[in-house]
């Protein structure tokens, strides 16, 4: 045991300062009252957490509703926008590369070409199949009035055709029409419903197709599916269709809708919807109110005492825009189960708070009560008092009470354990100081420097040598310092080394391997040193070889740094008894003749310095001899 562990262990025995001396630096509190204070904070905390997590979740279920419908509306667009964009390439490579279409347009007459033109419609039959999209195809020649038309759905196509017809055999109306190939697609009203038709001019041939709004918006049924109400807008205003799953739609287009404040372009929409809004506008009581987003980017409207989400995008093919009006208790319906459970677990949080608010008053009630018996005990000095277990029932209660009796037992033998600690460790550090001087070693160099004392040149600079290496390895062998640096342990290990080279000259091969995060960790002087001597001591004859390997290095344990030391000679190893003997952690007293006492008292001073958390083996290497492995905790060295 180091003396600083000593004196503050010893510490307890001064007497305390009057209560009066005691300076308080912080307000007193009351525990119970502190520990309620932070019970009620979390419940406050979790209440704050769920409001905020509802509207939390309110909002980010709107914002993923509008993207996710932005999206449909705008792949619905490119999707449909290429479609029909093939057409445009269809008509015009077959007016350009079809010679029956050219044959029959410079006819003044179709009589006698009339295989030209069943091939025309053949040609167009069988690729209108590829454009579901379109209700139908045709080729009208006007030089002979030759009306060519195909149908996808001949149920539908049968009366529009002859609307085309007719209005395709106007001249005005084709000197009128520009060639619309690469334009938009033009709505024309007929029977009821509204159609689009593409025309493209080329002499003395127009080629065509039309289709019905019916048809363009058939793929997003699956919007309406979801109660989302979609509707269709011309560049007027007008709604062109409405689809939903209900007459919900069918209603939007006759509420009355006024706008509070600016132009409708201030709130970012496109100008069909805002003319949609003039057009109704005035119509009723209902009112389009901002909702809790931007209208910019998140539009909600009450219209008819229900609020809707809005969802627009113009739509490249045609002038239209197509708009989504999702109603908002359908997405706020889908977060009632999560405002459900959060009242339920609100709930059973208030339940388990007051059943945990009465068990803990009783629990802390008990316990302060014991504490403070105790602790006016030991501010007494009376270590003589003891708490009843048999008189509480927590296992908390009876743990405190044990752990105060415990201590009350080890303060009472404290004194007597301390003194006989301070005599143990005297004991020791007496025991390895003689093991450290090793007589033998001093008095073998003494007469080493004396036979090579004859007066010769040559030797008067050995001894010089070797006084001065000995003086250097006896001032550190004898130092008080309890600890220091790995770094200086290995130079005065070099030293040593050096030293018995010069008695044992070419006998002695060292290697001395030390990790750089190794060199400053913090030792016991002669920790490696005495291990040296030893072997020196036992294993070093003039004329034999002897290898010598010392390594250090730090790693990680559990996350905590270790530092491992190895030292290993080619000696003869240790015999059975000593590794019995050192496996049994040196039991009883070191032997008469003080045989590896050094071993011993090695391993006690690790034991005193850094308790069970240090570790000593011995064995024998394979191929060499002595093995010892030191593991200790890593501590850095400051001097």
């Known amino acids: 045991m180091c003396p600083q562990k000593l004196v503050q262990t010893a510490a307890w025995q001064q007497p305390l300062p009057p209560s009066s001396s005691l300076k308080m630096h912080k307000k007193p509190y009351s525990f119970k ?6 019970m009620y904070l979390l419940i406050t905390l979790e209440l704050l957490t769920l409001v905020l997590y509802s509207v939390y979740f309110g909002v980010v279920l709107r914002r993923r509703t509008f ?10 667009n490119a999707q449909m926008t290429q479609n029909l964009r093939s057409v445009d390439y269809f008509l015009m490579e077959i007016n350009n590369y079809s010679s029956d279409i050219t044959v029959v347009a410079n006819q003044d007459s179709p009589e006698g070409y009339y295989t030209n033109i069943a091939h025309v419609r053949s040609l167009l039959d069988y690729n209108l199949r590829s454009f579901q999209q379109l209700e139908g195809m045709f080729a009208y020649f006007p030089k002979n009035d030759t009306w060519i038309p195909v149908g996808n759905y001949a149920s539908n196509y049968q009366t529009f055709q002859h609307y085309l017809k007719d209005l395709l055999r106007d001249g005005s109306y084709v000197a009128a029409s520009p060639n619309t190939s690469g334009l938009r697609w033009i709505p024309y009203e007929y029977d009821g419903s509204t159609y689009f038709m593409k025309v493209f001019v080329s002499g003395n041939s127009i080629l065509g197709a039309w289709t019905n ?3 363009l918006s058939s793929s997003l049924t699956n919007l309406s599916d979801l109660d989302a109400h979609i509707l269709f807008f011309d560049s007027d205003g007008k709604v062109m269709l409405a689809r939903s799953s209900s007459d919900a739609a069918e209603r939007l287009t006759a509420a009355g809708i006024s706008l509070p404040g600016d132009s409708y372009a201030d709130y970012g929409w496109s100008k069909p919807i805002a003319r ?6 005035g119509l009723g009581d209902s009112r389009m109110i901002p909702g809790e987003d931007s209208i910019a980017d998140y539009p909600v409207l009450r219209i008819e005492g229900k609020r809707y989400l809005l969802i627009t995008d113009d739509l490249d093919y045609a002038d239209l825009t197509v708009a989504a009006f999702v109603p908002m208790q359908d997405i706020s319906r889908s977060a009632a189960g999560t405002a459900r459970a959060m009242v339920v677990i609100l709930l059973v949080t208030l339940g388990a708070f007051m059943i945990i608010s009465s068990q803990l008053n009783r629990f802390l009630s008990q316990t302060t009560d014991m504490l403070t018996s105790v602790t006016d005990a030991i501010a007494a000095g009376d270590t003589d008092e003891r708490v009843d277990t048999e008189a509480v029932s927590a296992v908390e209660m009876v743990s405190i009470a044990k752990a105060y009796n415990n201590m009350a037992d080890r303060i009472r033998d404290l004194r007597i354990n301390v003194y006989e600690e301070q005599i143990q460790a005297k004991t020791f550090q007496l025991q390895f100081l003689r093991s450290q001087v090793a007589p033998h070693f001093l008095i073998n160099c003494l007469n080493m420097i004396g036979y090579l004392a004859d007066g010769s040149a040559g030797n008067i600079q050995i001894i010089r040598q070797m006084i001065t290496t000995l003086s250097q390895h006896l001032r ?5 310092n309890e600890k220091t640096a790995l770094s200086t342990e290995i130079e005065y290990l070099r030293n040593y080394i050096s030293l018995s080279e010069l008695r044992f000259p070419g006998c002695i091969d060292s290697a001395i391997e030390i990790g750089d995060d190794a060199w400053n960790a913090m030792v016991f002087p002669l920790i490696l040193i005495m291990f040296t001597e030893n072997t020196f001591k036992y294993n070093l004859v003039m004329g034999e070889p002897l290898r010598l390997i010392v390594r250090a290095g730090v790693y990680e344990l559990d ?9 290993i000679d080619s000696g003869s190893g240790y015999p059975d008894d000593i590794l019995r003997f050192a496996s049994e952690g040196f039991p009883g007293d070191a032997s008469a003749d003080g045989a590896h006492i050094g071993l011993r008292n090695n391993y006690r001073r690790l034991q005193l310095y850094y308790g069970d958390t240090a570790q000593m083996r011995l064995s024998n290497e394979p191929g060499m001899g002595a093995r010892i492995e030191m593991d200790i905790p890593y501590v850095e060295y400051h001097s």
Not at 476 to 480: C, D, I, K, R
Not at 559 to 567: D, P
Request: aromatic share 10%.
């Open 559 to 567: 996350g905590q740094k270790r530092l491992l030391l190895t030292h």
């Open 213 to 215: 709004i019916d048809l």
């Open 33 to 38: 009252k502190r520990i309620y204070s932070l």
């Open 276 to 281: 949609f809004l003039d057009l109704v506008n």
């Open 67 to 76: 993207r996710e419908l932005k999206q449909t509306l705008e792949l619905y």
């Open 476 to 480: 550190y062998s004898l130092s008080t």
